[in-house]
């Protein structure tokens, strides 16, 4: 899966999504950060899942429904725990987040906020 990852990750969750066959760019590796809404907008044109520790994302999405290409936002995850969940969020929940659903991780509990379709596109 193509995947996008806002600068908040740790940088030591590349190489495990790399190993397990994504196409991963990290918002860190670059010269500056362009805020939350260009990001957004780079990931959904790229057709890529956002992956981010940052509640705005979901906000941008849901409430200024904003386009996107499914997110995985990370709560309460130490930097060794962000590799692992985000491996099993795209094992588990690949196919809904490909169809734009927000997933949230945190210790003991995932959430699925599916799709929403527009009138426009069905």
Known sequence: MKLLLDSCLSGGVVAPLKAAS??????????????????????????RILI??????????????????????????????????????LSRYGTELQSGAIVTVEPGRIRVRPATSHPESS
């Open 22 to 47: 994504h196409d991963v760019i990290w918002a860190g590796d670059w010269p500056a950060d362009p805020g939350d809404d260009e990001i957004l907008a780079r990931a959904s044109h790229e057709g």
């Open 52 to 89: 981010t520790l940052d509640k705005d994302f979901g906000e941008l999405a849901v409430v200024r429904d904003q386009a996107h290409a499914g997110i995985i936002r990370l709560v309460i995850l130490s930097a060794s725990q962000q590799a692992a969940a985000c491996v099993m969020a």
